[in-house]
């Protein structure tokens, strides 16, 4: 069986729609992908993924057309399109199963789940790869990672979701200063992408005494999830790392504001989210918003509350 998999640009949705791949994972299977270049390691090591195809966003959707004469001339069996997309009208197919208007008050998790008629919500989980996992390990050697560890992602592509850098700082110093014992940390992993590396260097270096290590840019994405694997709490805004480190299965905490809790909170029976005193409606909808603008909206989640729902998590 053939499928065709549209699959997504951002990392976060790539992660979370890990799902559908976890579903269609019979021996008989054999898929191509069709994403972005960011999310290309996320479903490279699925065993069905024969091919991947990924394409760089271009203007008048002329990426399409690109992807369309890279594709086998071949009349798919199923076609599943995560992005509506005018491939999955060109091409030849059986069944197509595409993505429209979904429920606004269901995760989307629980949206690619109805999407192909499964009753079972299936989790986001992306297969263990043996030598991103060395060098995991050779990573935890080489900068002297102790476990426990503390794993920070406190930067995003979009400035008005990041709750302040001076937040994570007295959070850490807070974290990393409880008594030696079941809640304690002796590491403390900073991720992110390397356009991030410079602001989580200002936050490394307000640090002191502390073993912390500035790992943004430092490895790809396959790699960062294995290190997220020997970590034994995540903490960071709404972001594809989020994610990530929900699909790890280890204890994740999001951090919300002028986004939405209801559909992308991180998924998982270890993932927790906390967000802004403000609903996403307050922040987003009110006169003179503007989503471009530099200044945080996540000023009024305290450090206290965040420090108290890290207690509560570890205990």
Not at 163 to 169: D, G, S
Not at 179 to 188: A, L
């Amino acid at each position: 069986m053939k499928i065709l998999f549209i699959g997504n640009t951002r990392l976060g949705d790539a992660i979370l729609s890990t799902s559908i791949l976890n579903y269609y994972s019979g021996s008989n299977l054999s898929i191509t992908v069709v994403c972005s270049p960011l999310a290309e390691n996320i479903y490279k090591n699925f065993s069905n993924v024969k091919d991947i195809i990924a394409v760089k966003k271009k203007k008048r959707g002329m990426h399409w057309l690109e992807t369309y004469s890279l594709l086998e001339r071949v009349c798919w069996d199923l076609v599943i399109d995560l992005r509506n997309s005018i491939l999955s009208r060109l091409i030849r197919k059986k069944n197509i199963l595409r993505i429209g208007k979904v429920n606004p008050n269901k995760h989307r998790v629980e949206s690619l789940c109805e999407l192909i008629n499964t009753n079972e919500v299936i989790s986001p989980n992306i297969p263990d790869n043996y030598t991103a996992e060395k060098e995991a390990l050779r990573i935890i050697s080489e900068k002297n990672l102790v476990k426990p560890i503390l794993a920070i992602a406190p930067v995003t592509n979009w400035q008005r979701k990041n709750w302040p850098l001076e937040n994570f700082i007295l959070l850490i110093n807070s974290l990393m200063k409880k008594p030696k014992g079941h809640n304690s940390f002796k590491s403390v992993i900073v991720l992110g992408s390397e356009k991030e590396k410079d602001q989580c260097n200002r936050l490394v270096d307000k640090i002191t005494n502390i073993n912390i290590k500035n790992l943004c840019g430092y490895c790809e994405i396959s790699v960062i999830y294995a290190l997220l694997k020997h970590c034994r709490l995540f903490i960071g805004n709404d972001s594809g790392l989020m994610h990530l480190s929900a699909a790890a299965n280890i204890y994740t905490l999001g951090l919300f504001g002028p986004s939405k809790e209801i559909n992308y909170r991180p998924w998982g029976d270890r993932s927790y989210f906390l967000r802004t005193e403000s609903k996403y409606e307050d922040l987003v909808n009110v006169k003179g918003y503007n989503r471009h603008h530099s200044s945080s909206l996540m000023k009024t989640l305290t450090v206290k509350k965040v420090l108290r729902k890290c207690s509560e998590i570890l205990s």
